[in-house]
């Protein structure tokens, strides 16, 4: 692959051709903040945390899905950079618990963050879903990065369980017909789990011992709930 020269932030950098401008970026130190952003996934430039400043471009352009090009000059951490990403950390910070996303939180730390920016935000609330022996869905932790479906989807499982559901403010993950997690085509792989950036997808005994559940409360809750379900397949109670 042959290389392409471009200047970053002032730097003059070699990069192979059709890599995109993190990556590029990356290579020569130089951090771009990504929320929606994950190695194995495919990159979709849905939280536009990644944006930078392109000369002769007129709008700011997300580094996570843009390739290099020759000759190209770029800012990273322009005034105009700056403030948007500042503007999504607050957007963000004023409907979403970000309580469990310590990179978000140091994010907000790095772009002084205004936390009443948005004082009249209604809040996202959603009742956490507790529907599976495996993992609890918190959808109020949720940023909708996308990660958990596309790793459900065609970037890892191929199980496809979670989609997108809802419109405008209503939007979040969801799974068809609104079902119990056990009711789709889960395998239960953790893999969302895994790839989630917010605390939304947690293990379940890590969330009944935040709940303040002992392990031993929670072996007694596990086993009652599997005779619970034996009796049911058996035709019990
Ligand atoms: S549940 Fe987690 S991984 Fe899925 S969209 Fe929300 S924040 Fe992203």
Request: charged fraction near 25%.
């Amino acid at each position: 692959m042959s290389n392409v020269t471009l200047t970053i932030d002032g730097k003059l950098i070699a990069a192979p051709d059709g890599v995109t401008i993190l990556k590029a970026a990356a290579t020569a130190g130089i951090d771009i903040p990504t929320i929606c952003y994950h190695e194995a996934c495919t990159a979709n430039a849905l939280c536009r945390l990644c944006v930078v400043e392109i000369e002769k471009q007129r709008l700011l352009q997300p580094a996570c899905v843009v390739p290099v090009r020759e000759g190209m000059v770029v800012q990273t951490r322009s005034a105009r950079v700056e403030r948007s990403r500042r503007t999504i950390l607050e957007m963000l910070d004023s409907a979403v618990d970000l309580a469990d996303a310590p990179e978000i939180q140091a994010q907000m730390a790095e772009y002084s963050v205004d936390h009443d920016r948005f004082p009249d935000a209604e809040r996202r609330e959603p009742p956490v879903i507790d529907d599976n022996p495996m993992y609890v869905r918190d959808y109020a932790k949720c940023v909708l990065c996308w990660r958990c479906v596309q790793v459900c989807a065609e970037d890892a499982q191929y199980t496809f369980a979670l989609s997108f559901d809802g419109r405008g403010f209503e939007t979040q993950i969801g799974v068809f017909f609104d079902q119990p997690m056990p009711e789709t085509s889960c395998v239960f792989c953790g893999q969302c789990v895994g790839v989630c950036p917010t605390g939304a997808l947690k293990p379940r005994r890590e969330w009944l011992l935040e709940q303040g559940k002992t392990p031993e409360e929670i072996m007694e809750l596990t086993r009652s709930e599997r005779r619970g379900k034996k009796r049911k397949k058996g035709g019990g109670d």
